[in-house]
T-cell receptor
Framework: DGGITQSPKYLFRKEGQNVTLSCEQN?????MYWYRQDPGQGLRLIYY???????QKGDIAEGYSVSREKKESFPLTVTSAQKNPTAFYLC??????????????FGDGTRLSIL | GESVGLHLPTLSVQEGDNSIINCAYS??????FIWYKQESGKGPQFIID?????DKRQGQRVTVLLNKTVKHLSLQIAATQPGDSAVYFC????????????FGTGTRLQVTL
């Protein structure tokens, strides 16, 4: 089945440690996104990529980094510079077309906690 | 499962009744809107979308209404079922480029038996 796979489902980070969250899609979608979700808040955009080898900062990029070496993969690294990393992280993708917006489709998230 | 919103507005509806979830969007330049459903511990699931050249769109048991004059979006769910219990988010495309979306904070729908 086509879809978006995020792993791991749960992740624990020690102080001063970088961790990487995986996001893989087999939908042949062009654009991919990373969001952070905190209780009582809407999804906030961290980074997005519209094409391989290119990505842009979202609204809350500080303390995070990404890469887009392959169309199907968009890993997110939560660095030690991110002082409040505990959150639910969601990856999404969408097909870019010439006829306007298309809905974003989401994975089932990674819950990151601090040890 | 994880809580996606501890202090969200909550709508309680009896099974079989119709539900109406409202959303006020912020950007008058937005021309594309989406409703998502999120169950505990899962990612948002696409329900229905609407473009600004329409004011109503229907799906299976769901209808989205768009009022651009007052920047208001609503999701109507007919014959609400226990499986409809979830958090519902609206999203707008805001800047209108790069398929970026701005999400509302969500409404929790509780279906009572």
């Amino acid at each position: 089945d086509g879809g978006i796979t995020q792993s791991p489902k749960y992740l624990f980070r020690k102080e001063g440690q970088n961790v990487t969250l995986s996001c893989e899609q087999n939908l042949n979608h062009d654009a991919m996104y990373w969001y952070r979700q905190d209780p009582g808040q809407g999804l906030r955009l961290i980074y997005y990529s519209q094409i391989v080898n290119d990505f842009q900062k979202g609204d809350i990029a500080e303390g995070y980094s990404v890469s887009r070496e392959k169309k199907e993969s968009f890993p997110l690294t939560v660095t030690s510079a991110q002082k409040n990393p505990t959150a639910f992280y969601l990856c999404a993708s969408t097909l870019r077309t010439g006829v306007g917006n298309q809905p974003q489709h989401f994975g089932d998230g990674t819950r990151l906690s601090i040890l | 499962g994880e809580s996606v919103g501890l202090h969200l507005p909550t709508l309680s509806v009896q099974e079989g009744d119709n539900s109406i979830i409202n959303c006020a969007y912020s950007n008058s330049a937005s021309d594309y809107f989406i409703w998502y459903k999120q169950e505990s511990g899962k990612g948002p699931q696409f329900i229905i979308d609407i473009r600004s050249n329409m004011d109503k769109r229907q799906g299976q048991r769901v209808t989205v209404l768009l009022n651009k004059t007052v920047k208001h979006l609503s999701l109507q769910i007919a014959a609400t079922q226990p499986g409809d219990s979830a958090v519902y988010f609206c999203a707008e495309n805001g800047e209108g480029t790069a398929s970026k979306l701005t999400f509302g904070t969500g409404t929790r729908l509780q279906v009572t038996l």
